[in-house]
């Protein structure tokens, strides 16, 4: 018998305020950059963003996710032995978003619940995360990871990348163990680092020794993004989901569908004609909810699993990249 770990339950969150691309392209007119901004937005895919009213933290975004997820899953928060929260703009650095999220939700059997910020790859790396201590551990059968961005108050008025195409919102996914006869569910994970581009983002852009400074100004405590170029995304995805699928005797003409980070449909097509894919192998949000961090992937899959399910058999790749940066993609086997 093996033990697998399948996706039971998913569910999202998206506020109401919707943003539209002539509200930002107005706005950067002050500027003087709005035909850059327009070129930009047609680039990465862009329509309409989700923003909050400013009276909703990633905390109470994911919770919402949480509870579609329980209900998606048929399933009650006492169900629950573990919960990860993966998010990069966390409410509270103590005590715990995770733990937050349990109460909450009154998870009362969550007996280990902790956060994990690693970026936009974030929910990605805490559904590997998790699929190993259910793998490992008999103490924990099912896990809740719960992934949220709340970026709208932290990006700067003249940054034209996370002003203009971020959204905010949250994912939550119910991993659950089995055992069964033949091998699927989460199969396995590849991961890729490369830190030379340590230095193009920063939140907060001042750090958190300086943040207390009476001289700061709130410029200098939001998000900071240097232009960088990064034209590799596509052939460094390519190159790790390969590497991914031959480990597990796969071959991207073996996947299905594709479901990848939100920032840029462009690289996402080019990604997938590297892969011999076709964009309607993977599905695109980030138009309707702009761009969702560590939750794009997990956005993303519910929108399809609303649209139609996936046949036993078929094979997923789950793939994102985090500031800095690193990648991971995760192999899924319905």
């Given at each position: 018998m093996r033990k697998n770990v399948h996706m039971v339950g998913v569910g999202t969150y998206h506020p109401t305020k919707e943003v539209s691309n002539e509200f930002i392209i107005n706005h950067f007119k002050e500027y003087g950059?709005?035909?850059?901004?327009?070129?930009?937005?047609?680039?990465?895919?862009?329509k309409t963003r989700k923003q909050t009213l400013g009276n909703e933290?990633?905390?109470?975004?994911?919770?919402?996710?949480?509870?579609?997820?329980l209900t998606d899953a048929g399933l009650n928060p006492e169900d629950i032995d573990m919960i990860i929260s993966a998010t990069d703009t966390p409410e509270y650095?103590?005590?715990?978003?995770?733990?937050?999220?349990?109460?909450?939700?009154?998870?009362?059997?969550?007996?280990?619940?902790?956060?994990?910020?690693?970026?936009?790859?974030?929910?990605?790396?805490?559904?590997?995360?998790?699929?190993?201590?259910?793998?490992?551990?008999?103490?924990y059968k099912r896990v809740l990871v719960v992934g949220s961005v709340l970026v709208s108050p932290f990006g700067?008025?003249?940054?034209?990348?996370?002003?203009?195409?971020?959204?905010?919102g949250a994912a939550a996914?119910?991993?659950?163990?089995?055992?069964?006869?033949?091998?699927?569910?989460?199969?396995?994970s590849r991961m890729y680092t490369d830190d030379d581009y340590n230095n193009t983002i920063r939140f907060p852009a001042c750090g958190l020794l300086n943040i207390s400074k009476d001289n700061l100004t709130s410029y200098h405590r939001k998000m900071e993004w240097t232009p960088f170029d990064f034209s590799f995304l596509a052939d460094k995805w390519?190159?790790?989901?390969?590497?991914?699928?031959?480990e597990y005797n796969y071959q991207p003409r073996d996947v299905s569908h594709y479901f990848m980070s939100q920032f840029s449909k462009e690289d996402i097509r080019i990604t997938l004609e590297k892969l011999g894919a076709?964009?309607?192998?993977?599905?695109?949000?980030?138009?309707?909810?702009?761009?969702?961090?560590?939750?794009?992937?997990?956005?993303?899959?519910?929108?399809?699993?609303?649209?139609?399910?996936?046949?036993?058999?078929?094979?997923?790749?789950?793939?994102?990249?985090?500031?800095?940066?690193?990648?991971?993609?995760?192999?899924?086997?319905?």
């Open positions: 950059n709005e035909d850059h901004v327009e070129n930009l937005l047609n680039k990465l895919g862009r933290n990633s905390i109470d975004m994911g919770v919402k996710a949480a509870e579609k997820a650095l103590m005590p715990t978003c995770a733990l937050i999220i349990r109460n909450k939700l009154k998870a009362k059997n969550a007996s280990s619940v902790f956060d994990m910020n690693n970026n936009c790859v974030g929910m990605v790396n805490a559904m590997d995360v998790a699929s190993r201590y259910l793998k490992t551990d008999e103490k700067r008025e003249d940054d034209m990348v996370t002003y203009s195409i971020v959204g905010d996914v119910i991993l659950e163990v089995r055992e069964e006869e033949e091998i699927r569910g989460i199969l396995g390519s190159e790790l989901i390969i590497k991914l699928l031959e076709e964009m309607g192998q993977a599905t695109f949000v980030a138009d309707k909810y702009g761009y969702n961090g560590s939750a794009s992937p997990i956005i993303a899959l519910n929108d399809r699993l609303k649209k139609e399910a996936f046949k036993k058999d078929e094979i997923i790749i789950f793939c994102s990249v985090a500031a800095g940066y690193t990648m991971e993609a995760l192999l899924y086997k319905w």
